[in-house]
Each structure stands twice: as structure tokens, then as C-alpha cells.
């Protein structure tokens, strides 16, 4: 078990070397920037959730793979701090609320079980 988990841990360190490290090593963005955007991202879907819907769901789901984004570039520029960590968990629980208020929007008669 230990050689299958050296091994993944390998596999991991080469991947993030290869792909991961030129990324964030061309990456002009803040991990702030990104959970900026994320937020703005999720401000948006309660309002495009009935007009434009597939839109609206490319935004949620953008916002929430920026997510997993922000925490590597913020300990990869060594600007990780409590107060980004704090806002980052703020803007988690913003855009989990957007998201129940713009389902409520669009599934109204389920709005009672969303809300719960």
C-alpha cells in the first residue's frame, strides 16, 4: 500500500512540476482577483438563471472551478494569509446562497424544499 501511495505521490509531484508550476508562474492574476471574479461570476446567476439558463450554469460552474484555483496560486506566490482564507469561505457561502435563490427563481414550486 505504501509503494501505491509513493507512487501517486510521484506522479503528482510531475504533474504538478510540468503543468501546474508554468501556469502559475504565467499567471498575472491574484488569488484575490480570482475570488473577486468568482464572486462577481455568482452574483450573476440569480438574475441569468430564467433568461439565459445555459449561460447562468457556465458561470456557477466556472465560479466553482476557480474555487480550487485560487488556494494553489495563493500559496504558490506566497500571498496566502487568514484574511484571504476568511474571504474565500465567505464567497464559498455567498455562491452556495445565490445559487438555492436563483433555483428558487427557476423552480419556484420547490422553493420551500430549496430554502430548507
Known amino acids: 500500500m505504501s509503494?501505491?501511495?509513493?507512487?501517486l505521490q510521484k506522479k503528482s509531484e510531475?504533474?504538478?512540476a510540468l503543468v501546474l508550476k508554468?501556469?502559475?508562474?504565467?499567471?498575472?492574476f491574484t488569488a484575490n482577483d480570482i475570488t473577486t471574479f468568482r464572486l462577481v461570476l455568482a452574483?450573476?446567476?440569480p438574475f441569468l438563471i430564467l433568461s439565459f439558463p445555459v449561460i447562468a450554469w457556465i458561470f456557477i460552474f466556472v465560479s466553482?472551478?476557480?474555487?480550487?484555483?485560487?488556494?494553489?496560486?495563493?500559496?504558490?506566490?506566497?500571498?496566502d494569509n487568514d484574511r484571504g482564507k476568511f474571504?474565500?469561505?465567505?464567497v464559498d457561502q455567498?455562491?452556495?446562497?445565490?445559487?438555492i435563490l436563483g433555483l428558487t427563481r427557476l423552480?419556484?414550486?420547490?422553493?420551500?424544499?430549496l430554502a430548507t
Open 22 to 28: 508554468p501556469l502559475l508562474q504565467r499567471n498575472p
Open 87 to 90: 474571504i474565500d469561505v465567505l
Open 64 to 79: 466553482i472551478l476557480l474555487d480550487a484555483i485560487d488556494g494553489p496560486i495563493a500559496r504558490f506566490k506566497k500571498s
Open 107 to 113: 423552480l419556484p414550486d420547490l422553493s420551500q424544499v
Open 3 to 7: 509503494e501505491r501511495f509513493n507512487s
Open 43 to 45: 452574483l450573476t446567476f
Open 14 to 16: 510531475t504533474w504538478r
Open 94 to 99: 455567498i455562491t452556495f446562497v445565490l445559487l
